[in-house]
Nanobody, 116 residues
Framework: QVQVAESGGGLVQPGGSLTLSCVSSISIGLYTMAWYRQSPGKQRELVGRITPNGDINYEDPMKGRIAVSRDDVKNSVALQMNSLKPEDTAVYFC???????????WGQGTQVTVSS
């Protein structure tokens, strides 16, 4: 079964930066990979995605503050986050994306806490 493992979360001060990583147990070369986040009491939301060709789409409210990249040799996807705000506090997940849905089982996610 496909597994994804997210890492890199932690506690960061407002205005700080953090880079998250996601590794898949299978080749991601054919998949659009996406990052999601879920804040307490809220639904999981799409943050950004990157196609196999490297085309990138970012969603509000993190647009302009994040960068998604992929390394198909390592079957990994990264999410670089800058100018973090307390409202960015959430568990961040990655998954394969297709037509508004996800294709892999969800991983554990990685907790990002933005606080002074």
């Amino acid at each position: 079964q496909v597994q994804v493992a997210e890492s890199g979360g932690g506690l960061v001060q407002p205005g700080g930066s953090l880079t998250l990583s996601c590794v898949s147990s299978i080749s991601i070369g054919l998949y659009t990979m996406a990052w999601y986040r879920q804040s307490p009491g809220k639904q999981r939301e799409l943050v950004g995605r990157i196609t196999p060709n490297g085309d990138i789409n970012y969603e509000d409210p993190m647009k302009g503050r994040i960068a998604v990249s992929r390394d198909d040799v390592k079957n990994s996807v990264a999410l670089q986050m800058n100018s973090l705000k307390p409202e960015d506090t959430a568990v961040y997940f990655c998954n394969a994306w297709w037509a508004g849905t996800t294709l892999f089982p969800w991983g554990q996610g990685t907790q990002v806490t933005v606080s002074s």
